[in-house]
C-alpha cells in the first residue's frame, strides 16, 4: 500500500494545506491556471518550484497537469539521461504530442547544463511545457537561459497551524480504510503538525505510524515519543538553507538580538556543522564589532579554539558565550569598510608607485635609488608623531577609514587628534 501521503494528495488547489501566497484566492499560480483552463487558451509559462520537501511542489504540479489538455511526461533528474529527454521531446513530433507536451522534472538541480540545454529548443517553440521542482534555490542551480524562460514560484515551509487540517483528513482516511474509530485530540494533533517540520509528508507519515501503533481507540502524547526524532532540524550542509541560516546568524548579531544570535546557532549545531559556526563567528567579530570593541576577536577565538578542542556537543557553550558577547557588544565595520574603500582604489589602478622614501632600503644599492631618503622615525619625534606621507601621490589626500561612533574608536579619533595625526574630525569617509 502507498503511503498515507499519497493516498491522500490533493486533486485541487482548495484542498491543498499552505501555499497561500501561491494558491489562495488571488494566488498567482491559482490565477495562471485559471487564465489557460479557464478561457481555453491552453498556454502554460514554463515554471520552476522551489522549496523545502512536503511543501506541496509535485502536487500542485500534478493538478496543474490534470487541468491542462497537454501530454503529460515525469522525470526525475536523479535518475534521467539525455536519452530520456530525447524520447520526451519525440514525442512531439506524434499525433499525441499535438497539444504540447507537459514535462514534470523533478529535482532539476541534478540535471548539468548539457542536459538544461537540451530543452532550450523545445521550450523555445512551445513544444514542451516545463513544470520543474527543487528543493535547491534555483538561482544558484539552474542554468541561467533556463530560468529566463520560467516563472519562479517558491514553495515556503508548511506551519503546524496549516497541516493540522491535512492530519484530520489522514485520520478520517485510515478509520474509514480499516473500519475503526480511532481518534486524537487537539494536543496530539499539535504534536505531530509541529513534528513535522514544515512538511506535511513526513507529519502524516508520524500519523500513520501513530495510528497502527496504538493499542486503543485514541493516540496518545506519551505514545508520540517513541516516534517521534529528537531532531528534527530540517538541515542539509551543502544546501541553500546552509548558507541561509549563516546568513541570519550574521544578521541577527549585527543586529544586536542575542535570542536570534543563539538560536540560529544551535540550528547550526544541531545539525552537525560545527566548522561553519566557528568560522562565520571569527569573521562577524571583525566585521561587526571590529574597532568598537577590539578584544571581540580574542575572545571569540579563544571561544572557537576551545569549541574545536572539545567537538560537539559541549562545543555548544563556549560558542553560545561568543555569539550572546558579539550580538550584545557594540558594533563597527569601519575597519572592514576602510578596506572595500582602499580596495576599489587598487581595483582602478590607483597607487602603483610607493612613495620613495617608504621603500626598502635594507640593501645594498637603496640608496643610489632614491628609496628610503627622507624617511622621518616617528619615534623620534615628541608623541611619538610626526607628520609625513604614506600614500602614494596620487592618492595622498584619499581617506579610506572613518572613525566609528563608539566609545573606543572616539577614544582613538580623541588621541589622533590630540597629537595631530588626524585626517578629518567629522568622520566623513573618502568618497
Do not use: W
Request: charged share 20%.
Amino acid at each position: 500500500m502507498n503511503p498515507l501521503a499519497d493516498r491522500l494528495r490533493p486533486t485541487t488547489f482548495d484542498d491543498m494545506v499552505g501555499q497561500t501566497h501561491l494558491l489562495g484566492k488571488n494566488g498567482p499560480l491559482r490565477r495562471i491556471v485559471q487564465a489557460s483552463v479557464g478561457t481555453g487558451t491552453g498556454i502554460l509559462p514554463n515554471m520552476i518550484f522551489f522549496g523545502p520537501p512536503g511543501t506541496g511542489k509535485t502536487t500542485a504540479a500534478n493538478i496543474i497537469a490534470a487541468a491542462s489538455d497537454k501530454t503529460l511526461c515525469r522525470l526525475n533528474a536523479t535518475t534521467a539521461s539525455l536519452s530520456d529527454i530525447r524520447e520526451v521531446t519525440e514525442q512531439t513530433r506524434g499525433m499525441f504530442g499535438a497539444g504540447g507536451v507537459l514535462l514534470y522534472l523533478d529535482e532539476i538541480q541534478y540535471f548539468n547544463k548539457k542536459q538544461q540545454q537540451s530543452l532550450l529548443e523545445f521550450l523555445e517553440d512551445g513544444r514542451i511545457t516545463l513544470i520543474a521542482s527543487t528543493t535547491e534555490n534555483p538561482y544558484f542551480y539552474i542554468y541561467n537561459a533556463l530560468l529566463s524562460r520560467s516563472s519562479v514560484f517558491e514553495f515556503r515551509a508548511v506551519t503546524p497551524t496549516e497541516i493540522v487540517p491535512a492530519l484530520v483528513r489522514g485520520l478520517a482516511l485510515l478509520n474509514r480504510e480499516n473500519g475503526t474509530a480511532v481518534s486524537a485530540d487537539d494536543r496530539v494533533l499539535a504534536a505531530i503538525a509541529q513534528s513535522g517540520a514544515g512538511d506535511v509528508r513526513r507529519a502524516l507519515g508520524v500519523l500513520e505510524n501513530a495510528y497502527f501503533t496504538t493499542t486503543g481507540d485514541k493516540i496518545t502524547v506519551e505514545q508520540l515519543e517513541t516516534l517521534i526524532p529528537q531532531s528534527m532540524a530540517v538541515f542539509d550542509r551543502d544546501g541553500d538553507s546552509h548558507y541561509d541560516t549563516l546568513s541570519a546568524l550574521q544578521k541577527s548579531i549585527r543586529g544586536s538580538d542575542p535570542d536570534a544570535a543563539v538560536f540560529y546557532l544551535a540550528k547550526l549545531l544541531e545539525g552537525g556543522d560545527l566548522f561553519s559556526a566557528c568560522r562565520r563567528l571569527l569573521v562577524i567579530a571583525s566585521e561587526d564589532v571590529g574597532g568598537a570593541y577590539p578584544m571581540a576577536a580574542a575572545i571569540t577565538q579563544a571561544c572557537v579554539t576551545s569549541a574545536r578542542e572539545l567537538g560537539l556537543p559541549e562545543a555548544r557553550i563556549p560558542l553560545a558565550n561568543a555569539a550572546v558577547m558579539l550580538a550584545t557588544a557594540p558594533k563597527s565595520n569601519s575597519a572592514y569598510m576602510a578596506y572595500e574603500r582602499a580596495a576599489a582604489d587598487i581595483r582602478a589602478g590607483k597607487g602603483q608607485k610607493i612613495p620613495d622614501h617608504l621603500r626598502d632600503a635594507h640593501y645594498e644599492g637603496s640608496a643610489a635609488l632614491g628609496h628610503g631618503q627622507g624617511y622621518r622615525y616617528p619615534h623620534e619625534y615628541p608623541n611619538h608623531y610626526v607628520s609625513q606621507q604614506y600614500l602614494p601621490d596620487d592618492l595622498k589626500n584619499a581617506v579610506y577609514y572613518s572613525y566609528g561612533e563608539n566609545k573606543t574608536e572616539q577614544a582613538a579619533l580623541a588621541y589622533a587628534e590630540k597629537i595631530g595625526a588626524a585626517k578629518h574630525r567629522n568622520g566623513e569617509p573618502k568618497s
